[in-house]
Structure formats: C-alpha cells, structure tokens
C-alpha cells in the first residue's frame, strides 16, 4: 500500500492560482495511476486529473481543461496539481489518490483507487 500526503491548500482570491503537492511513499509509483480528485460540501467526490505514471499520459476532467495540469517528479516520488484561473467553483477538498496497475480508465471514478491522502481544503474567494 502506498502512503499519501498532500500539501499546499489555502485561501485564493479568483483569478489567482495554488500547487497542490501529493508525497508517496512505500512504493515507487511507476506501476500506478495517480490522481487529483475534489469533493465540495454536499456533492460526490469528482475526479480533477490524472497521470499514468509510467509514460505520462494524462486525462482532465472538463472542468480542468486550459487552467490545470499535473505533474510528476520521479525523484522525489511526487505529483503535483498545478490550478490557475481558479474560480468560486473549484472550492473543495482535494484528495491525491493512487491506483495500482498502468490502465487508465476514461472515466475515473474513486472506487477505482485504491489509496487517498487526508485532503488539502481549496477555498477560492470571489
């Protein structure tokens, strides 16, 4: 099992922008899916964005498309959430989540992954 910690949440005004940062540890990730998902008071835990680890290939959800990327450093076995243009909307808690296994699923859904960090609160200010 693959431990997560996440960091970098805060309090941003609209417009402006925040790095989210998810540490594993226990495994190397080369053989995992890693991802960023969100849950807004009330709502369903969504999926943000995602990174095979092994070759790079990324899916977004729609609201993510043009203001999100995510990244990873092999080094230091970290994913980054890098959000710009952030918007009222995109208030939430954050979950790293980690999958075992290179398949990639069109439409990542939390019962997919098997490991989750604590949440890191995204508050975005209008």
């Known amino acids: 099992q693959v431990q997560l910690v996440e960091s970098g949440g805060g309090l941003v005004q609209a417009g402006g922008s925040l790095r989210l940062s998810c540490a594993a540890s226990?495994?190397?990730?080369?053989?995992?899916?890693m991802a960023w998902f969100r849950q807004a008071p009330g709502k369903e835990r969504e999926f943000v964005i995602g990174?095979?680890?092994?070759?790079?290939?990324?899916r977004y959800a729609d609201s993510a498309k043009g203001r999100f990327t995510i990244s990873r450093d092999n080094a230091k076995n970290t994913v980054y959430l890098q959000m710009n243009s952030l918007r009222s909307e995109d208030t939430a808690v954050y979950y790293c989540?980690?999958?075992?296994?290179?398949?990639?699923?069109?439409?990542?859904?939390?019962?997919?992954?098997?490991?989750w960090g604590q949440g890191t609160q995204v508050t975005v200010s209008s």
């Open positions: 226990g495994r190397t990730l080369t053989n995992y899916v």
């Open positions: 990174i095979s680890w092994s070759d790079g290939y990324t």
């Open positions: 989540a980690a999958k075992f296994g290179t398949i990639f699923y069109a439409n990542p859904v939390p019962g997919h992954f098997g490991s």
